[in-house]
């Protein structure tokens, strides 16, 4: 019994050490292959996992911006790989010479076809180096369609960077349009912005009440910042109305712009209501004159 298991484990033992084909100077069998596999696979999963402990456990001890955080663990899995990827081929014996033949033919293809996914692959190294834009920031950028597109940037990957709207809708965007064209970042430096929104009244009525009136509202708010204090600008005069510009800081409603709006057109009906306040609309006087046409020529 002991033999017949002896002679199995040795023709097995046999089988995977078969070389099937030759790199260079050496032979690759199945063995090695299974090596190559496995220990790859390892090595992606493990730093992987290296990445998440360093994102979302070490790095969170000392208060590190998540958009920061990303940046740090993705290149260092980026060079851990690397690093590991080298270590494996040198370990396995393979003649590495043959890279020079391996890299000749990944330049043709990048030639041909590959060069979108390397244009995308550098852009993403850029923005993880540069940070532009990252983690959690609130940008704005147009789609292929030309609409505007408003969202927050949750990943930024080798290749492509994920941004979510308000519609819980996922954007990937090549890493590539977000460097050559214009993004507009809402979070850049801080997470406070200014929103404008206009609002006209009548004629008659008193400007100064109007800024008084208006400043209240503002400041009634929970998500309009009290400093810096909201303003309130005389914009024009218009042909039926006054018209004033509100302008206040949030942070709160950095997403949802429309909410805020709304919440303030709301509250600045009502004040204006409780005042008496008018608001405007588009108005035309039309003024006809009657009398009698001159009787035509008679020949």
Request: charge should be neutral; aromatic fraction near 8%; proline fraction near 5%.
């Amino acid at each position: 019994m002991l033999e017949y298991i002896t002679d199995a484990y040795g023709s097995v033992r046999q089988f995977l050490n078969h070389p099937m084909f030759s790199l260079g100077e050496t032979d690759i069998s199945i063995s090695l292959l299974l090596f190559l596999i496995i220990s790859t696979g390892l090595l992606f999963y493990l730093s992987g996992i290296l990445k998440r402990i360093l994102q979302n456990k070490i790095l969170v001890r000392y208060n590190v911006e998540i958009g920061l955080r990303q940046a740090i663990s993705t290149i260092l899995r980026y060079v851990i790989v690397i690093i590991g990827l080298i270590v494996i081929i040198q370990s396995t014996g393979i003649d590495l010479s043959f890279l020079t033949v391996l890299a000749g033919a990944l330049g043709v293809g990048i030639g041909f076809g590959l060069q979108n996914v390397t244009n995308n692959f550098v852009s993403g190294i850029v923005i993880l180096l540069e940070r532009p834009i990252k983690v959690g920031d609130r940008i704005e950028l147009s789609n292929p369609a030309g609409e505007t597109i408003n969202g927050d940037v949750v990943t930024i990957s080798a290749r492509s960077t994920t941004v979510i709207t308000n519609d819980n809708i996922a954007m990937i965007v090549p890493n590539s349009n977000l460097i050559t064209s214009t993004v507009i970042n809402w979070s850049y430096n801080d997470r406070k912005v200014r929103f404008n929104f206009p609002v006209g009244v009548h004629y008659k009525e008193d400007p100064e009440t109007i800024r008084k009136l208006l400043a209240q509202v503002a400041l009634e708010n929970e998500g309009v910042l009290k400093t810096p204090p909201p303003d309130i600008l005389f914009d024009e005069f218009a042909d039926s109305s006054l018209n004033f510009i509100m302008r206040v800081w949030t942070t709160r409603y950095i997403q949802r712009p429309g909410i805020l709006k709304s919440q303030l057109y709301y509250a600045i009906h009502k004040k204006f209501k409780e005042h008496n306040i008018e608001i405007p609309y588009p108005q035309r006087d039309l003024h006809i004159k009657t009398g009698l046409l001159p009787p035509e020529n008679k020949q």
